[in-house]
Each structure stands twice: as C-alpha cells, then as structure tokens.
RNA sequence: GCGGACGUGGCGGAAUCGGUAGACGCAACAGACUUAAAAUCUGUCGAGGGUAACCUCGUGGGGGUUCAAGUCCCCCCGUCCGCACCA
C-alpha cells in the first residue's frame, strides 16, 4: 500500500478535470438546471481560508448537485473595481489595472488549486470593458425609462478617501472604509430611484418570493427599508406670523409627516430639522441662528456620541395654528428633526414621544396626555419623565375620544382629509441610491455635459466610454476631472464642446447583475435573454452575513429594472440564499502600531512576540479576516505540506456553516488523518468494482448490518448537504469510517457497495482524493460524473432498537426490543429490568409512561 | 434605546417533535510499534464520590409547566449582530 501523496494526486485530477471540461455548464440539457453562485470576490492580492471556506461551501453544493443528475452552472469572476486599486497605484505608482489584473492572474491561480468544480470559461472581471460596457448600456437604458436621475444634494464625503460615500457606507458617522469622521457636502450626484421600487423589495420579503432566504436576512432588508403609515399635513401659519415667508415653498402652511395622528390634539409644538428651508429663512438674518444651525448639523454627522441625548431647539417667530382647536403653536428648529425623512418637520406631542417629552421638559411647553393606558384612572393618570407610548383609549382628544389608537389614527387622518390640510401617506427609511464616486478605478458614467444640451447619454455607438490608460494617481481626488484630455469631447446632440461625466459608478452597481452575465454572457448585450431565462433565478446563493443588506437590496432593485426593461423574466435574482459565517483572527500590532501577519507572530501563555526578532506584539480583538489588518492565514501553507482537500475537509469540519470560526491551527492535523485513514481503508480494496457488479441485487443477505451502515450513512450524508450542514455530514462520515474498521470481514459485495458510497459522499469534501480512490476501487469514470447514491429504504429500517428506560424521570437501563413490540410487552421488560427493579424496590408503581420507539418512564414512590 | 440571534466538557460542536445530554472532531493522558523521535494504531477522557457494581451533581443564574426540560413559559445575567433621534 502507497502512501497517499496529495502533491501528485490533486494536480493530476485537476487536469483531468480541465482535458475532459467536467465542470462546464451544458447550454442545451434535458437535465434540471442549477445554478449556485458564491460571491464573486474582490481581487485584493491572494486568497485567505475565509476564501476556501466560503468557495469550498458553494464547491459542495455544486458536486453534490451534479452527482444528483443537474445541470449545473457554478462560475467564478472578479469584482474588479475600487478603491484600493487605486490607493495601490498611488501607494506604488503604478496603474490600477495592472495591480487587479497581477492579483486576479494570482488568485485564480490559487482558486484553481482548491479543486473548486467550476466553470472558468464564464469568468471575468467587472473592470473587463467587454462588462463595464454592458452595464454602461443598462445604465442608457434605466436614464431613458427614468429609473436614473440627477440631483443636488449633501453626500457623506470621506475626508480620506476623497470621495462620496452611500449612507450605509457611513458607519457611526465614520466612513466604513477609511474610518475617518464623515463631512458633509453638497454635490451634484447620479441617482438610481429604488425607492420606487421600495414597495415591492418589501412586499417580496413576505410573500413567498423569497422563501428560501434566512429570516434574520429578511428582518435586516424590511428594518432598512423601514416602511411606516401615517399623515403628512400642513400646519396653517398663524394670522401676522407668515407675512415674509416665500410663499411658493410655504403656501398652505408648514408641512410635517406623524405616523400618530391620533395625538393631535397633544401638540403643543412644531419643529423643524436644521437644515429645513424655513430655518434657513429665517436665519437669512439672524447670526445667532445660524451658528445654532451650524452646530446642529456638525453634531448630526460626527459627533451624535458627545451629546446624544440632548435635545436642542431655537424658537422661530413663525406660530402655527392647530388643525381642531383654536390655539397656536410655536415653531422651533430642533437638532433632533431629521430632513431626509418624512418632510423633515413634525408636530411634537410630548406625552405620547420621549423626545417630544425631554424636549418640553427643556423649553416648559404643555404636557397634554391624550391616551389612557388600559387601567389608567383618567383623573390621576400623569406623564412625568416617560412619554406612554403603548396602547389605550384615546381622551382629551375632541372627536377622537373613545376610540383606540388605530381607530383614532384612520379618523384624524379622514378629518385632515376632509379638512384638506393633509392626506394619508406612507414613508419610507430607505433612500435613492447615490450610484456617483469621484474615483477613476470605476465604471464610466456614460454621459456627456453640454452648455448648451445639459446632460445627453453618450450614444450606444460610441460605449464603451473607456478609462484612459494614462492617469495621475500621485495626488488624492478625482484622476478623471483633472485628466488633460479625457473628458473633452464634442456634444452628441449638438456637435458643440461638451465635457465627459468624471463620476464613475458605485462598484454595488458592478456586483448588481453580475449573476445574469455569467448565466448568460452575450457580445453585443448585457445578457442573453434565452440563456438568461434557463438560468435565473440563482437556485443557491452564498455569501457572507455582511452583505445581508447593501448586496443583496441593490442586486434585487437591478433585477427588477432589467426585467423592466426586458432583459430578464424574473423580479428575484436569489432564490435561495445562504449567509456563511466568516472566519476570524486576533489581530496583531507590533512596538510601531503596523499590522502583523499571524504567520509572524508567536504566542505563547497569552503574550504575543515577534517570531523573528522576539519584539512583543499587542494582540488585537478578533475580527474577520481582512488584508487591511493583516489577520489573514493563507491556505498556500496547508494545501503545500497537507493538500488542497485536507484543507477543505478542515474547514467545513465542526463548526457550522453559517457561523463564524476562529482559525486555529490546531486541527488541520486531524482532517490530515483523514485523508490518509480513507486512503488506507479503501487501497486494500483495489480494483474491487470490476470483480463486483453492484447493479444486481446483494450477494447475501447476511451482510446487513454493513449494509444498514451503508444506507444509513447515505440518507444521513445527503440530508445534511442538502441542509448546509456539512459539519454534521463530515462527523456521520467519521462515524461510518468507523464502523467500516470495525467490521473488517463482510464480504466482497457488501464492501464494494460502502467503499463506492464512502468515496462518493466524500467527493464533494475532498475531491482529488474521492477520484484517486474510485480509480483505485475500478469505478467507470470520474467520481464526479456518478450518479449519487440512493438509500434503500428498506435498509434504513432496524428490526429492533434500543430504549432508555427511566425511573421517576433519571435513566437507570436500557432494553433491547422489537420495533413493533406492543407498548404492554415493553412494560413487563422495562420492570423487570435489573436497574429498574433496584429504583422501584420498596416503592409503587403509580403510572408506567410509554411512548414507542423512544422511552419508558416508570413513575414510582 | 429598539429589533434579532445565542449561551452545552479543556476547545469546536451534536442532541429532527419535550424522550438515554456530550455524537463526531481537536487537544490531553496512557499503552503498542521504534534504539529514539515523528507518523500510525489501541484505549481513557463532564465534575465529585466509590476497590467495584454503582451513586450524586451537571447544558449562563433563579423560578415554573410536565411522567419527562439543553429544548416550552416567566424573571435575571452575559456575548454577538443589525438599526439607531425615522416623528
């Protein structure tokens, strides 16, 4: 017997593989199709374990799919784009696209290493022209259908980067990438309109459509939308109050969004967000309020840790007038009203909102209760420091008194309606996503601007609109605008000078329908419509809980603008979705505060030192993976000296999928012994299947209990893939290995049968080896062509099983009975067991539990 | 603050419906092989007590429901994630 030798074996496999094309997907099949895509990654230099555990997820699936009779489409690419690239070329002078394309050449080269089943004749790059052209089509296509637009508006600008980042790449006020504290701007920026699609994303997450998604997923993507109900009404000025106001932006009154409308009648003020259009009127002249607004904002964005409780206000000399009662109510301009939501101004009832409340508190306005909590007595009832936010009666309340909350709220916004102050409208948290970046290592927008024409699309003709080659990175901002001559071009529309749009897109809109291109590449389109409509949706999706809302929200408002416009048929690109947990690492930092590489480090008793100079290391809080911080273990080193299996097998042993790991070195050593434990179990056996024809019935009828083993581990087996639970499968693998050694004489058909299973339930796991042992046992074929094992049901079924018996609830003996013994005969066996009689002895049976095929329990006293 | 997930041996984790807690792996320990080491193989491995058979305790803490609770309910503690002045 040989000593199994991965550095021979798996290089010898993956050319198979590659001459015989196993894993490219058939464009016409009679098969069932499946598609499983892992997020494709960023090229950012070299492959880490977290890599190998998320492609060798999606890896499983796609074999196991393959063996099971699908058509299966599993590719691969790279999202090329961003910003570090580009900080790269400024770092090293050189050009983003030769450092992507080095990292891209290096890390397919290690991809390609792990045996991954994957299709590479799909691959690209999102920076490939052939892509970005496509998408700078798409893009057309949205601006003409009215999808995209332009606007002026603050932007979240990165002080570091030099460059506008999406509200949700703003984290804490800090931007998400470079961590410094967020200004803000005022740009003119290209928008894509997904709040008007915002109410079917929602509607999606709860009718079925996306069914096969993680609920915490779906629970993340309705918070970020954040739907909510309510009014939005104008406030009348008061009498003497208005006079000054420009009366196209005010007419009617002051207009303000409530989700309760029941409380009306508690108003006792009105606020305005600091940067509202009637804060800024009436600081035209006013210096004292503006330094409040200026405060207000900066305080907004950076710093709402310092002074998060505090609520501010300015009192305006605006009064407005209440819609029910004949009172007025003052205007302030208040740090805590938001303008991107609602209208950004509201009414304030202080005792039904706690910021409503601190806010009177502070300014000594009116307390008004308007609900009565359920057993409230209405004359003692009192708000002191909690506003009541929960249900009740309304009172106080005029017309609305009696009525409960949702009763109220559906008649002030009737009466408003009839009033027409106002009408009943729906808001959402979500906003328009800002697709612009001020960045050269990006998509093109494809527009030009003309004095004369404003913004015309470049022609279909003349896309791709390229990236110059030659670029200045030695300075930070934007390399497009100040290029010499790149954005000088003449005005499709008028023939006059007109400049190229310097912004390029959001590298989200790259990652946003790269699934549909893989599926169905096409020359002169984005997609291939036929191929598109085989395909999609992606039947398995994979990727990390980090994209849960961003990724995942923009790629399905992009499948739903493509089928608008008539690229593809489905409206979710997903069908099902798993969300793998990430692989985790202490990071390290030397005397200097620079990140060390794990690999560099030497930890011994809870201190860290250099592994070189012996220098200590302080060691860093666990954090995923990044090439940032360095805390990145490389597969190179594993799959070198123990092979790219043993390093799949490792990582999708013990802990689940979904959740998160922390890399240790520790356990290799054991998946290591597995490789070699099969190797040595199945090598005896050479040439077993072409001495044993497994398609005729069993030799002997003796053997099951193998045979049990057998088909048992083959429902477990293909029952935990199916459920991503790959570490489960791996243990009941272990577990038939192990009765495997312990039945060493069964005879040739039996063992023929659970040697072929083994190595084809290990197939997806440890590919190379699975080969090498079915070429070894006499298989036809490769490992990967054949068809999965199928458990017999009549195999799975034991004719007796064992029962834990228990006395007053503790275990005291086990018995061995007929499966269809009768709940009678179990009794007379479990009381008459040795442990049983001990416990009762002296004692009554007072009632005697049995529930078959699970337990007896003997209540005695 | 709001919403969600989770808490099991030295470690990663298993336990499908409320039914024998700790499968499987790692580490550790002991033994075999070896001049020796590595590799490999065999065995032990929740805590406490007992020569042993066996007994007691034990799934973050406290209470409850039940013949029976890691699992269900209530309260508390802790960890992680998302959102965070969203009117």
Redesign the pocket.
């Known amino acids: 017997m040989s000593r199994y030798n991965p550095k021979e074996v798996e290089p010898k496999w993956r050319s198979r593989w590659n001459e015989a094309a196993c894993f490219n997907a058939q464009t016409a099949s009679d098969k069932p199709n499946y598609y499983v895509l892992e997020m494709f990654p960023y090229p950012s230099g070299r492959i880490h374990i977290g890599h190998v555990r998320n492609y060798a997820m999606g890896d499983v699936i796609a074999r196991y799919k393959k063996a099971s009779g699908y058509n299966v489409l599993h590719p691969m690419g790279w999202d090329a784009f961003g910003m570090p690239a580009e900080n790269a070329a400024m770092q090293t002078d050189s050009h983003p696209a030769k450092w992507t394309y080095a990292n891209i050449d290096a890390m397919r080269d290690q991809l390609k290493r792990m045996g991954l089943a994957i299709d590479w004749t799909r691959e690209f790059a999102t920076c490939d022209p052939e892509y970005y052209k496509q998408q700078q089509c798409l893009f057309l296509d949205f601006w003409r259908r009215g999808f995209a637009y332009r606007k002026e508006s603050y932007v979240n600008w990165d002080p570091v980067d030099q460059t506008v980042l999406a ?2 790449q703003v ?2 006020g800090k931007g998400w990438r470079s961590d410094a504290p967020v200004e803000r701007r005022k740009l003119s920026q290209w928008f894509l309109k997904i709040t008007d699609e915002a109410d079917d994303l929602l509607a999606a997450l709860d009718d079925g459509r996306l069914a096969g998604w993680p ?2 997923v779906k ?2 993507q309705r ?2 939308i ?1 739907k ?1 109900k ?1 009014l939005t009404m104008k406030f009348r000025f008061a009498d003497g109050t208005s006079q000054h106001l420009p009366p196209h932006e005010f007419e009617g009154g002051l207009e ?5 409308p029941d409380t009306l009648f508690g108003a006792s003020f009105c606020a305005v ?1 600091p940067d509202h259009p009637l804060a800024a009127h009436y600081a035209h002249n006013d210096p004292e309020l503006q330094a409040f607004i200026a405060e207000s904002l900066k ?2 964005v950076s710093e ?1 840790a310092v ?5 501010r206000g300015f009192l305006l000399p605006a009064q407005v007038t209440h819609p029910f009662e004949d009172r007025r109510l003052p205007v302030y301009v208040a ?13 304030g ?1 202080p005792a039904g ?1 706690q ?1 409503d409340l601190d806010f009177a508190h502070k300014y000594g306005l009116d307390i008004l209760p308007v609900v009565l909590p359920p057993d409230a007595d209405r004359a003692t009832f009192k708000i002191d420091d909690e506003a009541y936010v929960g249900p009740g009666t309304l009172y106080n309340s005029g017309f609305l008194d009696g009525l409960s909350i949702e009763d109220g709220i559906a008649a002030a916004i009737t009466e408003i309606e009839a009033m027409g102050w106002g009408e009943g409208t729906t ?1 959402y ?1 979500l906003r328009d996503w800002g697709v612009s970046r001020q960045r050269y290592w990006g998509c093109p927008i494809p527009a030009i601007h003309c004095d004369k024409c404003g913004i015309v699309p470049v022609p279909e003709k003349d896309l791709p609109v390229k990236l110059p080659e030659e670029a200045d990175f030695s300075v930070p901002g934007n390399p497009l605008d100040r290029h010499p001559t790149w954005k000088h071009v003449d005005c499709p529309a008028c023939g006059g000078k007109g400049t190229r749009e310097t912004d390029t897109f959001d590298t989200f809109v790259d990652s946003s329908w790269y699934f549909a291109r893989f599926a169905a590449p096409a020359p002169d389109a984005p997609v291939d419509k036929t191929a598109a409509d085989y395909w999609l949706p992606v039947d398995q999706y994979i990727g990390g ?2 994209h ?2 961003l990724h995942l929200l923009y790629a399905r408002y992009f499948t739903r603008l493509m089928k608008k416009c008539g690229y593809l048929s489905v409206d979710e690109p997903f069908a099902n979705l798993f969300t793998q947990g990430m692989v985790v690492h202490h990071t390290f930092r030397d005397e200097n505060g620079d990140w060390l590489l794990p690999e560099d480090v030497v930890v011994e008793k809870g201190a860290a030192r250099r592994a070189d100079t012996g220098a200590p290391v302080t060691i860093g809080p666990i954090e995923k993976m990044s090439k940032s911080k360095r805390n990145v273990v490389s597969p190179e080193a594993i799959a070198e000296t123990y092979g790219a299996d043993a390093a799949r097998w490792f990582m999708l ?4 999928p979904e ?4 890399w ?1 070195d ?2 290799v ?2 998946a ?3 490789v ?2 099969i190797w ?1 179990t199945v090598c005896p056996a050479k040439g077993l299947l072409k001495k044993v024809d497994l398609s005729r019935p069993a030799a002997d009828a003796a053997e099951k209990s193998m045979r049990q083993a057998t088909h048992g581990a083959i429902a477990g087996v293909t ?1 935990d893939i199916e459920n991503f ?1 790959f ?2 499968a ?2 009941r693998i ?2 038939f290995l ?1 009765v495997l ?1 312990k039945t060493p004489d069964v005879d040739d058909w039996a063992r023929a049968e659970a040697l072929a299973s083994l190595t084809q339930m290990i197939a997806p796991f440890t590919p190379h080896l699975a080969e090498e042992c079915w070429e070894t046992l006499g298989g036809n074929g490769f490992v990967c062509d054949a068809p999965w094992p199928k458990a017999n049901a009549a195999l799975l079924a034991r004719d007796t ?4 018996v ?1 006395v ?5 003996a ?1 018995l061995e009975v007929a499966v269809d013994a009768d709940n009678e005969t179990v009794e007379k066996l479990a009381l008459s067991a040795e ?1 049983v009689k ?2 009762i002895d002296g004692k009554t049976v007072r ?1 005697v ?1 049995v ?1 078959p095929g ?2 007896v ?1 003997i ?1 005695a006293n």
């Open positions: 509200n949700e984290i804490d609920d915490n629970l993340m918070n970020w954040g909510s309510g303000v969004y409530t989700t309760r967000a305080t907004g709402e002074e998060k409780a505090e609520k740090n805590f009203v938001l303008m991107q939501y609602g209208t950004g101004a509201i009414f009832c909102d910021r808001q948290r809980i980090e849960a809302i042993s013990d802990s689940p959740r998160d790991v922390e240790t520790a356990g050593d054991g290591w012994r597995l070699g434990r040595d029952d639970r570490n489960k791996i243990a272990y577990e192990n050694k099983l064992v029962l834990g228990q007053n609830g503790k275990r005291r086990e442990g001990r416990h009632k539990v529930v699970r337990i329990n209540v």
